[in-house]
């Protein structure tokens, strides 16, 4: 039973332009919401992140926002840039410290 | 601040033979786990550790896999036998206790042992 969900396998965005992944969850007991980003080849990096008490965290072109009523996380990049292109997996926390991850979002930043 | 290193990152063997795959999370994260990713798929947790205690291996096919975490700090994980379907990314990954550090807790990967069974 996947509890991250993320719908959209696969995005493209002219270059400049915005970028928005998007992910739902089905936990509400989720604290802690967490971006990916994976290369190739690469393990998955970490991104950027988000305890449930906020809606909204950014950091330099990125940022995640949070509709706990909706069960709906965005990351949101501007603007987008080649170097962007990768695969973005969302992740949420439960209180065991266990962390569960959605099936990706590959994302191609066209030049 | 050195990442979570991973041996071998590539392997092939064929059907049956046994594999195994190391682990060294980063100095201080007192929880390790081991993820399978496979193609197009996001990652699966197969098993979780704190300290050297298992938390969680509900999902780890235990006629087949296992993991040790003997004394903290290093973790491997073995298939024997292996199965074509097990063929796969085996991520693994650490992170501080929530008690470790304020709240916001993050998990780090390793960059992956690559499995192909053949």
């Known amino acids: 039973d996947q509890q991250v969900k993320q719908n959209s396998p696969s995005l493209s965005v002219q270059e400049g332009r915005i970028s928005i992944l998007n992910c739902d969850y089905t936990?509400?007991?989720?604290?802690?919401f967490l971006w990916y980003k994976k290369y190739p080849a690469e393990g998955p990096t970490f991104l950027i992140s988000?305890?449930?008490?906020?809606d909204k965290n950014e950091d330099g072109r990125f940022t995640v926002f949070l509709n706990k009523s909706a069960k709906h996380l965005s990351l949101h990049i501007v603007p987008s840039q080649p170097g962007d292109s990768a695969v973005y997996f969302c992740?949420?926390?439960?209180?065991?410290?266990?962390?569960?991850f959605g099936t990706g979002t590959s994302l191609t930043v066209i030049p | 601040e050195a990442g979570v290193a991973q041996s071998p990152r590539y392997k092939i063997i064929e059907k049956r033979q046994s594999v195994a795959f190391w682990c060294n999370p980063i100095?201080?994260?007192?929880?390790l786990y081991w993820y399978q990713q496979i193609l197009g798929q996001g990652p699966k947790l197969l098993i979780q550790?704190?300290?050297?205690?298992?938390?969680?291996d509900s999902q780890l096919p235990k006629d087949r896999f296992s993991a040790e975490r003997l004394k903290g700090v290093d973790s491997t994980l073995k298939i024997q036998p292996a199965k074509l379907e097990d063929s796969a990314v085996y991520l693994c990954?650490?992170?501080?206790?929530?008690?470790?550090?304020?709240?916001?807790?993050?998990?780090?990967f390793g960059e992956g042992s690559w499995l192909t069974v053949v």
């Open positions: 992740a949420a926390r439960d209180t065991g410290n266990q962390f569960y």
């Open positions: 100095s201080g994260h007192a929880t």
């Open positions: 988000i305890s449930s008490i906020k």
């Open positions: 936990n509400s007991m989720f604290d802690y």
């Open positions: 550790f704190q300290n050297n205690g298992v938390v969680d």
């Open positions: 990954a650490s992170s501080f206790l929530p008690g470790q550090r304020t709240f916001g807790n993050t998990i780090y």
